[in-house]
């Protein structure tokens, strides 16, 4: 027993530190070659990053973000596989990414709203559980851009999807906890759609901060 809490404790700490990267900084500074934070507004917000790198940057900062996001996931498997639950392994490590992604460690608690981390640990639980958190997740966003509304209604299939397909008691239970997670942290953001607050996600190219330089 005492081996499987190492094990676990071990995935906890990788999917948590990978959770808590954040990735657009890592995209800028690795794959384009331009720190994020000494550019633009200076900040590491996806507005910062649109500006600098446009709308064809969105498919290698998604590619950099699915890469790092299945590393933990990768790790979590192998560890508990050592046990005989590769299946468990997958899913804690998907848990406490999602939570390295909402409350990282490197930037004060205050992550983003991991949407594509959520997806990834719905697929950990099973194929149409996450294919239902995924279509609904992109669906709400495309069709109101609200990125925080279509992250919350994808937790909220990723529950009931899970309820209806997920046999296994302990799969479940930490489906349920991600998905309640991501919900939890979104609440102040429903706040601010009841309030007609929230921002939209714009994909329109902004230049004019070049008007600053």
Do not use: Q
Request: aromatic share 10%.
């Amino acid at each position: 027993m005492s081996i499987y809490w190492l094990l676990l404790g071990l995935t906890a700490i990788v999917a948590y530190l990978f959770g808590s990267m954040d990735t657009m900084v890592l995209a800028s500074n690795f794959v384009f070659h331009r720190n994020l934070m000494r550019l633009g507004d200076h900040t590491r917000f996806i507005s910062n990053f649109r500006r600098l790198f446009g709308i064809g940057g969105f498919f290698k900062l998604l590619a950099v973000e699915l890469v790092k996001d299945l590393i933990p996931i990768v790790v979590g498997s192998l560890l508990l596989g050592i046990r005989g639950h590769a299946d468990v392994g997958r899913a804690f490590a998907g848990f406490v990414l999602v939570l390295g992604r909402l409350f990282p460690v490197f930037y004060g608690f205050r992550g983003s709203h991991a949407s594509v981390a959520m997806i990834v640990a719905a697929f950990m639980v099973g194929n149409s559980v996450g294919a239902a958190a995924m279509i609904v997740t992109a669906g709400v966003i495309a069709l109101t851009r609200y990125l925080s509304l279509g992250t919350a209604a994808g937790a909220v299939v990723y529950m009931m999807v899970s309820v209806l397909a997920v046999d296994d008691s302990l799969l479940l239970r930490l489906a349920l906890m991600t998905a309640g997670l991501v919900l939890l942290r979104h609440i102040p953001a429903m706040i601010r759609l009841v309030r007609r607050t929230e921002p939209r996600l714009s994909l329109k190219e902004d230049i004019t901060y070049k008007l600053d330089e």
